[in-house]
């Protein structure tokens, strides 16, 4: 697959966790999104499918660290703490 693809069965899977918690009617937040991603990873036998899981709980972990790294540092500058 190329990295295309990756990208996009990464976006496709993490859309589909995304509806599935909406479905359910469960909170929305990252805690939830990457257990939502992981059950599927565990449920997946197709291998690019898995991947492709296991990559979106690695973007959505990483996107939650520069939030929180953005927050911290709009903290210190005394800004208003809303991210822009």
Not at 27 to 52: F, Y
Not at 59 to 77: A, F, G, M, P, W
């Amino acid at each position: 697959m190329s990295n295309d693809e990756i990208r996009q069965l990464r976006d496709v899977v993490l859309g589909e966790a995304v509806i599935a918690l909406f479905a359910d009617q469960r909170p929305l937040n990252n805690e939830s999104v990457i257990k939502q991603l992981m059950q599927m990873a565990a449920n997946e036998s197709d291998i690019p499918r898995r991947k492709a899981c296991l990559e979106a709980v690695r973007q959505v972990r990483k996107n939650s660290t520069l939030i929180d790294r953005q927050y911290e540092v709009k903290k210190k500058q005394g800004g208003d703490n809303t991210l822009h």
